[in-house]
Structures are given as C-alpha cells and as structure tokens.
DNA sequence: TGGCCGCGTTATCCCGGGTTAAGAAGTGGA
DNA sequence: TCCACTTCTTAACCCGGGATAACGCGGCCA
C-alpha cells in the first residue's frame, strides 16, 4: 500500500462520483497503484512507446501534447491534481502513443497498470460500468472542444479557458494556454492586449 | 420484429465488432427497435427537445449539426448506413438536445429507446463491455478530430475529408462538407480551385 | 415554358492570425 | 553576481480565409 488511508478515502469518493464502487473493488485497484513522481519538465509519456500506464495526478500539474513533424507543438490538455492522465486514445487502441505528457510542476502520479486494470475489469459488471461512466465523460469534454473550435473565435476561446480553468492561468506558460486553443503565442499576445484596452474604455 | 432476418444477421455481426454479444441479449435489444423514414431535409432531433432515442442508420444519410445564435450552422458528423445516429453528448448527459439530425436523402432508420437499452444494460456485463467499447471509438474519434483541428491546415482537412469518406462526397452538398472542415463555402470553392490548378501543372 | 431558388464559383475588400525579428523582463544556473 | 535562456510583447509584413455581391447553372414547380 502505497497511499495513505485519508487519500484513499478521497479517491474513493472521486471514482465514485461515475458509479458504485465497493470496498472490495477499491481494494484489489488500489493493490495496483505505483507511486510516481516527476520533476519539472519531466516527461512520463512519449510517441512509440507502448502504453502500459494510467495515471491520476495527486500533486502538480502536466500537459497531453503533440508534435508535428516540423517539431511545432500543439497542446491537448492540461491535467491537475484529482484528474486523469494518460495517452488515452492510443491506451483505448492498443497503440504505441503519439503523444507527449510532460510535467508543469514538480508533480505526483499514482500509476495504474492497464494490464491489471483490465483483468480486473473483464468480469466485473461494475468495474465495467464506472469504466464507460469515465469514457462517456470524456467524450462529452471532446465534443464540447469540437464545438469551440467549430463556432467559437480565438478571443472566445480564450476567454473560455480563462473561465474554466482560473486556477491553471497563473502556472501555465501563456505559449502553451496558445497551444491549447489552436493559435500561436503572438497571436494570443495580441488578442489580450485587444482585450485589455477594450475592458479599460468600459 | 420488424427487421428481417437477413438484416438482424448482419446488425449482430457489425455489432460484434466491439465484443462478445449472446444471441439472448441481442434477441433483447432487437425487440426495443422501432423502425423510422425520414423524407430528404426532414429532422429527426432538435434542440431543446428531451433525447429518447438513439439510432442505426439503415440506408440514406444523415447530417448532425450545431447552430449558433446569428443561425450559423456547424456540421459534426455526416452518418450513412450502418453508423450510429444520435445526439450522443446530450443523450449522455441527459440534457436536452443542442444538435440537429436532418436527413441529406430518403433516410431508414433503426431507433432504439435509451431507457430500455439501459433497463437491459443495468445489470448486464455483455452489454455494459458493449457499450464502454462503442463509447470508447467514438472518443478516439473526436480525438482524432480535434487532432486535425489543432495540427491541419483547411486544405488538408479538406484532403483528408476526400480520403476517407469518399463515398458520401457525391452526396452531401459542398457548403456542408466546408461546415464540417470549419470553414465557408466560398473558402472551400477557392481550396478547390487552387488544388485542381495545381495538380492540372503535375 | 418561364420564373425561381439553391448551389457553386469568382472577384473585391478586409481582418485575424501566421511569420519573423527585435527588445524587455524575469529566472535559473554556474 | 553575471550570463544565458525562456517568456512575453510589439512591430512589420504576408497570407488564408471571412463577408459580400454578382454571375452562371441546373432543378423544380406553376
């Protein structure tokens, strides 16, 4: 065991947050947990390795990223303490990442073998369940992303990011808050200069 | 019954694709489908209209699309024969629809009631397995989307558009391929025409 | 058959954002 | 402490794509 009886207690509220989780379920998951630490800039996921992990973020923060093949990088998410981390996409198919996950911060995972996630789960109707709650939730994120990048402008991207995500504003680099909503760190530079005159007149 | 045998057949193989399903439970969920005609332009979903039902598209072809406040449409998905049709986000949430589902040609659906398909699922491990699979594509989906949303330029979208759905080009309007890709009509006229000029010059 | 409408194309003008470069401010390591 | 690096900003220039409008074409219906 290698975390405490109050963080347990904590996850155990999270996870359940999607579904029924029993005790005995809790047990046998959290008898697959590995502690993981990172320094800043450490990277715990890279492009042709094959994934063998999942993690949830206790402490610090990481960013999910891609790099195209002239090395520009374009940022997928940002993930903080309570929330998922993984190559998600190429987890679901068995492929090696082509992804990037990278720490912000001095960071703490707990990793979660897929191999034994997935024993587990094979014959249990509620692992079963809480697994495709927590998939069903992320797609959700997607399409809500998809909509953003379908209907919104990049000042109101921003201003959504600034909206939902206040308590990532002051640590992540603003070239990497551009990644993140498809523009260069100019470009952003430049709308919230735009925005700051304009709110100064109001 | 209103599916003929032949068709049940070939509806069980495609969804055994994401996993095992008895012939019982799949006896179960055909049972729960009702059949559904849509003329061409007709909707069969619409904002704010609680979500009951999810579909397979039989034959024809469906578009699912937003609408902003000024009553411009963004396309999400085009679906033909054998694909999935649904406002599936809010069908997750159950929240009332924000999309649209119209039909782009005589259209034969499959529908199914969602609280019926969860009555059957609630307890079943095939079933839940099932269903966390189908999520799970469809995340990998958006992801993919997203993807060419963060790294493509339009003309490359447009590209990849032609490589992988080329069965539907001939039958979806263009400005609505040019919705899809995230950009106007005029723009994807003018993508065209620079493409066909200069592979005219190879 | 004639008029209409939806669709695609083209032209013009304009704007948002990309690109490059330079400089200022902050930060970390030797 | 000082130097190097990263981050952010600003400016100049360019280009892709948005907005609007005009035109041509084909389908549809009266």
Same mark, same amino acid.
Not at 29 to 47: C, D, N
Not at 119 to 124: D, F, H, I, Q, T
């Given at each position: 065991?290698?975390?405490?009886?109050?963080?347990?207690?904590? $996850?155990?509220?999270?996870?359940?947050?999607?579904?029924?989780?029993? *005790?005995? !379920?809790?047990?046998? %998951?959290?008898? @697959? =947990?590995?502690?993981?630490?990172?320094?800043?800039?450490?990277?715990?996921?890279?492009?042709?390795?094959?994934?063998?992990?999942?993690?949830?973020?206790?402490?610090?923060?990481?960013?999910?990223?891609?790099?195209?093949?002239?090395?520009?990088?374009?940022?997928?998410?940002?993930?903080?303490?309570?929330?998922?981390?993984?190559?998600?996409?190429?987890?679901?198919?068995?492929?090696?990442?082509?992804?990037?996950?990278?720490?912000?911060?001095?960071?703490? $995972?707990?990793?979660?073998?897929?191999?034994?996630?997935?024993?587990? *789960?094979? !014959?249990?109707?509620? %692992?079963?369940? @809480? =697994?495709?709650?927590?998939?069903?939730?992320?797609?959700?994120?997607?399409?809500?992303?998809?909509?953003?990048?379908?209907?919104?402008?990049?000042?109101?991207?921003?201003?959504?990011?600034?909206?939902?995500?206040?308590?990532?504003?002051?640590?992540?680099?603003?070239?990497?808050?551009?990644?993140?909503?498809?523009?260069?760190?100019?470009?952003?530079?430049?709308?919230?200069?735009?925005?700051?005159?304009?709110?100064?007149?109001?």
């Amino acid at each position: 065991m290698h975390v405490s009886e109050p963080e347990a207690k904590a $996850l155990h509220a999270k996870l359940s947050q999607w579904g029924p989780l029993s *005790a005995a !379920n809790w047990e046998k %998951l959290l008898a @697959l =947990a590995e502690p993981r630490s990172l320094a800043k800039q450490e990277f715990w996921s890279e492009p042709s390795k094959p994934v063998e992990h999942f993690a949830i973020v206790r402490s610090g923060l990481v960013r999910h990223f891609y790099v195209d093949a002239r090395g520009r990088e374009s940022v997928k998410a940002f993930r903080g303490p309570g929330e998922f981390s993984a190559p998600y996409a190429e987890l679901i198919q068995r492929k090696p990442s082509r992804t990037f996950i990278q720490a912000l911060a001095p960071t703490e $995972l707990l990793t979660f073998e897929v191999t034994g996630f997935d024993a587990l *789960a094979e !014959n249990s109707l509620e %692992l079963q369940r @809480l =697994a495709r709650r927590f998939v069903e939730q992320h797609f959700v994120a997607k399409e809500q992303r998809e909509y953003e990048f379908l209907q919104l402008s990049a000042e109101q991207r921003y201003q959504q990011f600034c909206a939902e995500r206040p308590e990532h504003l002051s640590h992540i680099p603003q070239h990497q808050v551009a990644s993140y909503i498809g523009i260069t760190p100019v470009a952003l530079s430049r709308i919230r200069a735009r925005v700051a005159k304009s709110s100064r007149r109001t």
